[in-house]
């Protein structure tokens, strides 16, 4: 009889060779491990093999479905139930026990994990940080991430970014934690979050035109904690002036984010970047049709034409 959880296991990944060994070295004990591959150029594939991990490639031809939900739809999974887990996070033996326990109950079709961040060596604890809720156990052929209308905006990536997803079911909350820890550099963390200003651009750009919400976990300040986060979000977009100022005094000063000492510092610092990313990009999709500068027509006058005519 086989020791390993009844769980079945997904992987978005491309060219993630650093953070896949600590990954599935705390994935060993599902059962079934699937690591669903965009072209990697690095060791990914042949790390992912030697962990026994199925590795299937994603062909991303833009539009929807991306990665995660294309997953759901066509993975032969094995088990009923499915644990995503991202590359830079890792799953505890306090947590796969906790999770062997929780699948056996049948009042729930999802479970939402808790994750603790690492930043710079440090557990960023506060900041509105921590608790991170994110709805990674379920049953997979209830749930389906949510589409945010976004993936017609070039340069995000072929995975879902920030979505939710949509359980068809009661849903629970696991005591332990999991962590996220990227063992990349601050490079990475900037053109990671370069891609998703753009993704939240156009977030923010539906709240603010106030886009249908059918089809997403939608805003509920009396929902569940993820619909009380969508709510906070709108308030946010619709309402507060000096974004980037305030998403650095929010963060480290309400929140208390001074108390994780440097590392919360420069978080506090970059996220209050990336939130001004946020805004000009969202500008750039107002106000200037998605482009930095419109090309001329020919019956405009070239740079080099008015030069010379200055010049006369």
Known sequence: MSSKIPISVLIPAKNEEANLPACLASLQPADEIFVVDSQSTDRS???AESYGAKVVQFNFVNGWPKKKNWSLENLPFRNEWVLIVDCDERITPELWAEIAQAIQNQEYNGYYLNRRVFFLGK?????GKYPDWNLRLFKHQKGRYENLSTEDIPNTGDNEVHEHVLLDGKVAYLKNDMLH???RNIYHWLERHNR???WEARVYYNLLVGKD???TI???????AVQRKRFLKKVWVKYFPFKPFLRFIIFYIIQRGFLDGKAGY???RLLSQYEYQIGVKLYELRDCGGQLNVVKTTDQP???TEIQQTAT
């Open 218 to 224: 939608g805003a509920n300040f009396f929902g569940d």
């Open 213 to 215: 919400e059918n089809g």
């Open 45 to 47: 594939q042949e790390i």
């Open 266 to 268: 420069i978080y506090g």
């Open 196 to 198: 998703y200003s753009n």
């Open 181 to 183: 820890e990227d063992f």
């Open 302 to 304: 070239s740079l080099q």
């Open 123 to 127: 557990w960023i604890r506060h900041g």
